[in-house]
């Protein structure tokens, strides 16, 4: 496909040096356009590193994380899955955790700058609207991509390019999105989800007795911990880095967490859902209503 409808971009983009960040509504290609430039960056001889910022529907690690992969070669671009280093943001949307999700992606580009050639980031399709203009105003101001390929149907992307170029003048180049790209059906989305979920939480299993002393957010004294049942969280191994995910389980008055990555684990970062091992089906909380009843 590289050499298909975004074949002289590609070419262009590949050899470059620095951060280049994706963006374009959902469906726009963003993920096949970032896939081709990572092959052509490693065809080049070139090494990349692919940041994926998409929560929900992703590709390095899984959903509710940010995720960073080093790609160097052929056999890194068919194992994009198998993150190099995880940043857990705790929701598949980015509206409610737009803090989150600016953290993690800026902290995965500074990790990876001067690591690669090449630091490509793929974001959500998140674009209009207060939260997504915000979100990705911020992302702008602390990733500082060198450029920005703006794939859009029609003149979509021009409110976000604009406001871009404005504040940040930064290097922007728009793409229409090529007119094979299919829109995604909700079922199929739903599907992915689950199975990258059922991925992260494959066997062997193990659960962990856990102290309500090792959470981020601390959790109120005297809470009934029986409302934190069903918690995604993510596992902290204590340098600020997430080793996986988490579900909790409260069950017999005892607290547990449910995971196949504890080895090393220092603390929980609490997600804003709740997920459903045996469906795989996500549901949103509050988390100020699970602790505080607000
Ligand atoms: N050039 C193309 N030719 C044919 N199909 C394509 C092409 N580019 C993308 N697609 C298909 O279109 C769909 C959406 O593409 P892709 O996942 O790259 O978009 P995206 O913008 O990353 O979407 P999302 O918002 O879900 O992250 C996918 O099923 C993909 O396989
Ligand atoms: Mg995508």
Same mark, same amino acid.
């Given at each position: 496909?590289?050499?298909?409808?975004?074949?002289?971009?590609?070419?262009?983009?590949?050899?470059?040096?620095?951060?280049?960040?994706?963006?374009?509504?959902?469906?726009?290609?963003? /993920?096949?356009? !970032?896939?081709?430039?990572?092959?052509?960056?490693?065809?080049?001889?070139?090494?990349?590193?692919?940041?994926?910022?998409?929560?929900?529907?992703?590709?390095?690690?899984?959903?509710?994380?940010?995720?960073?992969?080093?790609?160097?070669?052929?056999?890194?671009?068919?194992?994009?899955?198998?993150?190099?280093?995880?940043?857990?943001?705790?929701?598949?949307?980015?509206? /409610? &955790?737009?803090?989150?999700?600016?953290?993690? +992606?800026? *902290?995965?580009?500074?990790?990876?700058?001067? !690591?690669?050639?090449?630091?490509? &980031?793929?974001?959500?399709?998140?674009? /209009?609207?207060?939260?997504?203009?915000?979100?990705?105003?911020?992302?702008?101001?602390? %990733?500082?991509?060198?450029?920005?390929?703006?794939?859009?149907?029609?003149?979509?992307?021009?409110?976000?390019?604009?406001?871009?170029?404005?504040?940040?003048?930064?290097?922007?180049? +728009?793409?229409? &999105?090529?007119?094979?790209?299919?829109? &995604?059906?909700?079922?199929?989305?739903?599907?992915? @989800?689950?199975?990258?979920?059922?991925?992260?939480?494959?066997?062997?299993?193990?659960?962990?007795?856990?102290?309500?002393?090792?959470?981020?957010?601390?959790?109120?004294?005297?809470?009934?911990?029986? @409302?934190?049942?069903?918690?995604?969280?993510?596992?902290?191994?204590? /340098?600020? *880095? %997430?080793?996986?995910?988490?579900?909790?389980?409260?069950?017999?008055?005892?607290?547990?967490?449910?995971?196949?990555?504890?080895?090393?684990?220092?603390?929980?970062?609490?997600?804003?859902?709740?997920?459903?091992?045996?469906?795989?089906?996500?549901?949103?909380? @509050?988390?100020?209503?699970?602790?505080?009843?607000?």
């Amino acid at each position: 496909m590289s050499d298909g409808h975004h074949g002289a971009l590609l070419d262009d983009l590949a050899r470059r040096r620095g951060v280049i960040m994706l963006v374009g509504g959902p469906d726009t290609g963003k /993920s096949t356009l !970032a896939r081709d430039l990572l092959a052509a960056v490693v065809a080049a001889g070139k090494t990349a590193a692919y940041i994926d910022a998409d929560i929900d529907q992703t590709t390095v690690g899984p959903p509710t994380c940010v995720g960073l992969k080093y790609v160097r070669d052929q056999r890194d671009l068919s194992h994009l899955g198998q993150a190099d280093e995880l940043h857990f943001v705790g929701a598949i949307a980015p509206d /409610s &955790v737009i803090l989150q999700q600016v953290v993690a +992606t800026t *902290a995965l580009v500074d990790a990876a700058r001067g !690591a690669a050639d090449l630091v490509v &980031v793929d974001t959500t399709g998140s674009i /209009s609207g207060v939260g997504g203009q915000t979100l990705k105003y911020h992302k702008m101001e602390l %990733c500082r991509p060198d450029v920005v390929i703006g794939l859009q149907r029609g003149a979509e992307l021009e409110p976000l390019v604009g406001m871009f170029r404005r504040f940040f003048s930064v290097d922007v180049e +728009t793409a229409e &999105v090529d007119p094979e790209v299919r829109l &995604v059906d909700p079922e199929v989305r739903r599907a992915h @989800r689950a199975k990258a979920f059922a991925a992260a939480f494959a066997e062997p299993l193990q659960r962990w007795r856990v102290r309500d002393t090792v959470f981020a957010p601390t959790l109120p004294a005297g809470l009934d911990l029986a @409302r934190l049942h069903g918690v995604l969280v993510g596992l902290q191994d204590g /340098s600020g *880095a %997430c080793l996986g995910l988490g579900v909790l389980e409260h069950e017999a008055g005892v607290l547990r967490v449910v995971t196949n990555q504890g080895d090393g684990m220092r603390g929980l970062r609490l997600g804003s859902l709740r997920l459903d091992l045996n469906t795989l089906d996500v549901h949103r909380v @509050r988390l100020g209503e699970v602790m505080f009843g607000l």
